[in-house]
């Protein structure tokens, strides 16, 4: 099997049973946003479900195709806040540092998908010198995440260079690293590659996955692997139709992900990347979903539910509220629906003793 398919072999994916046909509307869709599948994806997709959740978020569809007026080329704004190429500096004491624009699989809904996989994508040495200044000279900068594309592609040897020189970054206390790698390439995390990314900086792993079936036994086997090697790992997923939108889909892969010692940390509503709508999820229907979720699954299994806000002004948790402010206090809903009454002594004024 290749080591993954990309965007000019879609006639792969029809050989492999993947796609009955390379129509050339299909190809349309490869030729503008990019197409790469590992073989540990590729040997999940059931081809004769039509409704695989493996197949739905690789492999390319005709409703790619299909471009709302709201959805846009930089969906989240990160062009406004990248003060040089490479680094995203949108929230005060942290800013992202974009190594490459190359993935081992490419998301069909993905937010920078108009960027990644047409060419190879990485910082030239001079774009990386001048990141690694700005963050250098910006003392507010707290955390480092590096993210792409995914920055587990990177070379051993270039990424422990990277690291090596944000270690030396006085004011710099925590490094994140946003990554598929583990369940998709699961192979990528060895030891050798694990010692990597020890150094001065505690180091968060952050897992971007969206079905527990993507956990394999491989998968299961890498994250173990960062694990106990002291790594922590934290997950984002996107809620998505047909994939994980239902209660028994989402709460499969939130208990997955807490029984390989990951903590759920965000469920991402979908951003308005151009041809993504028939993944999008309305918003009342997530609200509902994770509120079904409170009190039935353990506190661990509970993701914050997240907007990216259009136009570069960052993350909103949009989760549903349980508790309501009204004139005689509080009304909190427990998670059965039933609503009780609280006083919040603390907001009360206590009262002045007379003389």
């Known amino acids: 099997m290749p080591k993954s398919v990309s965007a000019h072999a879609l006639d792969t994916l029809v050989t492999l049973g993947v796609l009955p046909k390379a129509t050339p509307e299909l190809r349309a869709v490869a030729a503008q946003f990019a197409v790469s ?83 190879e994508g990485m910082l030239s040495a001079e774009a990386l010198s001048q990141a690694l200044a700005y963050i250098k000279n910006h003392t507010e900068i707290w955390e480092v995440i590096l993210t792409g594309g995914d920055p587990l592609m990177l070379s051993d040897r270039r990424l422990s260079e990277t690291i090596s020189q944000l270690n030396n970054i006085d004011h710099i206390k925590v490094l994140r690293i946003h990554t598929r790698v583990p369940v998709v390439d699961p192979e990528r995390i060895t030891h050798e590659f694990i010692s990597i990314l020890r150094g001065r900086l505690p180091v968060y792993v952050l897992l971007h996955c969206n079905h527990a079936r993507e956990f394999t036994p491989d998968a299961r086997a890498s994250c173990a692997r960062l694990i106990d090697a002291g790594i922590p790992m934290l997950s984002q997923s996107v809620l998505l139709r047909g994939i994980n939108d239902t209660p028994e889909s989402l709460e499969s892969l939130m208990r997955t992900l807490v029984e390989n010692r990951i903590k759920p940390h965000y469920l991402h509503h979908g951003d308005l990347a151009r041809g993504t709508s028939h993944f999008r999820v309305p918003i009342a229907k997530g609200q509902e979903l994770l509120r079904s979720m409170r009190g039935k699954l353990s506190g661990l299994c509970q993701p914050t539910y997240m907007l990216d806000l259009p136009g570069g002004y960052g993350k909103a948790p949009i989760g549903p509220q349980f508790a309501i402010e009204n004139d005689d206090g509080w009304l909190v809903e427990d998670f059965h629906g039933h609503k009780h009454s609280y006083t919040d002594v603390a907001a009360i004024s206590p009262k002045v003793k007379d003389a």
């Not at 590729?42 to 709302?68: M, T, Y």
């Not at 990160?78 to 929230?91: A, K, Q, W």
């Open 37 to 119: 599948i590992t073989p540990a994806m590729l040997a999940l997709i059931n081809p004769a479900d039509s409704d695989d959740p493996i197949a739905a978020q690789f492999v390319p569809s005709i409703d790619e195709l299909s471009v709302r007026e709201d959805e846009r080329l930089d969906p989240i704004g990160d062009d406004i806040h990248s003060p040089v190429t490479g680094v995203v500096h949108r929230y005060p004491d942290r800013a992202l540092l974009k190594l490459l624009l190359r993935c081992p699989v490419y998301c069909r809904f993905c937010f920078r998908r108009e960027q990644l996989g047409h060419d």
